[in-house]
């Protein structure tokens, strides 16, 4: 089984910045795949940004030029830097992560785990 949990939401002025991290835990040698959706209430669920295993990322349009996603694949942790905040970034976000390889080498390919989401709350 893989766990992930979410850090660092909160609430932030217009502007502002805020870091997110998930950190996987479990057996695991390594993660494909990790990243990060949101949902704002109201909308449905949508990728913000994700980072596959050879470092290259994806980022939605909306928030290009404001977010960075990184990952630290020693620690199975991906990050999700928040610059620039903006009224309409006002969502649960929420981390997850996709082919997983085991202690056991079996490898997982398609499977999504996802984190409990962390609330991000842009206001004056």
């Known amino acids: 089984q893989v766990q992930l949990v979410e850090s660092g939401g909160g609430l932030v002025q217009p502007g502002g910045s805020l870091r997110l991290s998930c950190a996987a835990s479990?057996?695991?040698?390594?993660?494909?795949?990790m990243g990060w959706y949101r949902q704002a209430p109201g909308k449905q669920r949508e990728l913000v940004a994700h980072?596959?295993?050879?470092?290259?990322?994806k980022t939605v349009d909306s928030v290009k030029g404001r977010f960075t996603i990184s990952k630290d694949n020693a620690k199975n942790t991906v990050y999700l830097q928040m610059n620039g905040l903006k009224f309409e970034d006002t969502a649960v976000y929420y981390c997850?992560?996709?082919?997983?390889?085991?202690?056991?080498?079996?490898?997982?390919?398609?499977?999504?785990?996802w984190g409990q989401g962390t609330q991000v709350t842009v206001s004056s």
């Open positions: 997850y992560a996709q082919g997983i390889l085991y202690t056991s080498y079996v490898f997982q390919p398609d499977y999504d785990y």
């Open positions: 479990g057996r695991i040698l390594s993660i494909d795949t």
């Open positions: 980072i596959v295993g050879d470092g290259s990322t």
